[in-house]
Each structure stands twice: as structure tokens, then as C-alpha cells.
């Protein structure tokens, strides 16, 4: 089956500085990669996604780009502010189910 | 997105006894998906509740701890069956949506367990 893996485990950038979250994955099937941003006691939020067909895709301050061949996918985050500081997970999905990785905690100081 | 709620939103159990969690959804979709978040941890997926048969379990969970109906397309439960410390995790519904593009899946607010 899927297997995600998540790099790094935990990120701390200066507000306004870049964040950039790695994943890759196993299963050359899987066309479908969300992101997800959780905050503390909350629910994951999907935040953006972008799926096989598509190598790059942005939303304002956040990007994420997808290379098949490799089997990797990473989100950009741009100028960072101290609101972006959560958890985040990317996920992996072929036909029917969401495999996460192992999340990424990002800390954005002031 | 999808308006998905879950009840209880938490409770404490002690060890021996089940706790069933309800996952309500706004509108029908044909995918939904049970999920556990240990502490500090990411999801691990735990089954697919099929409408109409039984649930899809994940490697390492099996229906008599966790089964799972799905009676309806907008509705689901979990039980989590006798219950031990082990248990104590946050429990997530989720469904995938497909509206006018190719989908997307959404999380319920989720179940904290806490088992004593």
C-alpha cells in the first residue's frame, strides 16, 4: 500500500522567511495530494491541493509543486506570519483512500 | 466544503466499556472514512464505511473493536469496543466530496477519547 514520508519533522523560520515542507510517496497510482494545516485542538484543514495532471499550483502565499517521476511533492509557504504557525501534513491518494505523513510542525516567531 | 459534525465531541470512558461516535454530514456522499490521531501523532486511517456493506478496515484494525454502519448516505457510527488506555486518541470522520471538480475531503471537528 501507500507510504508518505514527511521532512522535517519540525521547521522554526522568522516571520517573513520561507517555509518549504517535503513528502514523497510509494505508490506510482496515487494522483491526488492534499495539504492539511492543523492547529492546536483543532481540525485539519485542507489548505490546498493539487493532483497529477498539474506540476505546480499557488494560492496566494502558499504553492505547492509536484514532480510524478520522483515521486515527490512539497508545499511553499511565502512570507511567513506568526498565524501560519501549526502543524502540517501532506497526504497521498490513489483511487480511494488518504494516506498522511507524519506532519511537520512549523513555528514562525515574530 | 462539507458541513460535517461528530458527537460527543468528547468523553471519558473507562476501561471494558464501548463508545459509539456519530458523523453527520450536510449532504450525501459516497465516501467516508474513519480516522484515529493519537497524541501528538499524525491520522491513521482505520476504515472506509461503505453504504449498503460491510466497512473496508486498514491493516492492524479489525470490526469486532472497531465496527462501523453506515445506514445512510449523510450518516455513520464508530464504536470503539472494549475500551483500554491504549484507546485514548482523538477520532476523526471525514468524507470526500466531489463537487464541481474532481473532490476534495473534509474533516469532522473529531471524538476525544480519554480512557481511564
Known amino acids: 500500500g501507500e507510504n508518505v514520508e514527511q521532512h522535517p519533522s519540525t521547521l522554526s523560520v522568522q516571520e517573513g522567511d520561507s517555509a518549504v515542507i517535503k513528502c514523497t510517496y510509494s505508490?506510482?497510482?496515487?494522483?491526488?495530494f492534499p495539504w492539511y494545516k492543523q492547529e492546536l485542538g483543532k481540525r485539519p484543514q485542507l489548505i490546498i491541493d493539487i493532483r497529477s495532471n498539474v506540476g505546480e499550483k499557488k494560492d496566494q502565499r502558499i504553492a505547492v509543486t509536484l514532480n510524478k517521476t520522483a515521486k515527490h511533492f512539497s508545499l511553499h509557504i511565502t512570507e511567513t506570519q506568526p498565524e501560519d504557525s501549526a502543524v502540517y501534513f501532506c497526504a497521498a491518494s490513489g483511487t480511494d483512500k488518504l494516506i498522511f505523513g507524519t506532519g511537520t510542525r512549523l513555528q514562525v516567531f515574530p | 466544503s462539507a458541513v460535517i459534525s461528530q458527537k460527543p465531541s468528547r468523553d471519558i470512558c473507562q476501561r471494558g466499556t464501548s463508545l459509539t461516535i456519530q458523523c453527520q454530514v450536510d449532504s450525501q456522499v459516497t465516501m467516508m472514512f474513519w480516522y484515529r490521531q493519537q497524541p501528538g501523532q499524525s491520522l491513521t486511517l482505520i476504515a472506509t464505511?461503505?453504504?449498503?456493506?460491510?466497512?473496508?478496515?486498514e491493516s492492524g484494525f479489525v470490526i469486532d473493536k472497531f465496527p462501523i454502519s453506515r445506514p445512510n448516505l449523510t450518516f455513520s457510527t464508530l464504536t470503539v469496543s472494549n475500551l483500554s488506555p491504549e484507546d485514548s486518541s482523538i477520532y476523526l470522520c471525514s468524507v470526500f466530496r466531489t463537487g464541481t471538480g474532481d473532490g476534495e475531503q473534509y474533516f469532522g471537528p473529531g471524538t476525544r477519547l480519554t480512557v481511564t
Open positions: 464505511a461503505n453504504q449498503g456493506s460491510e466497512a473496508t478496515y
Open positions: 505508490d506510482s497510482a496515487s494522483n491526488y
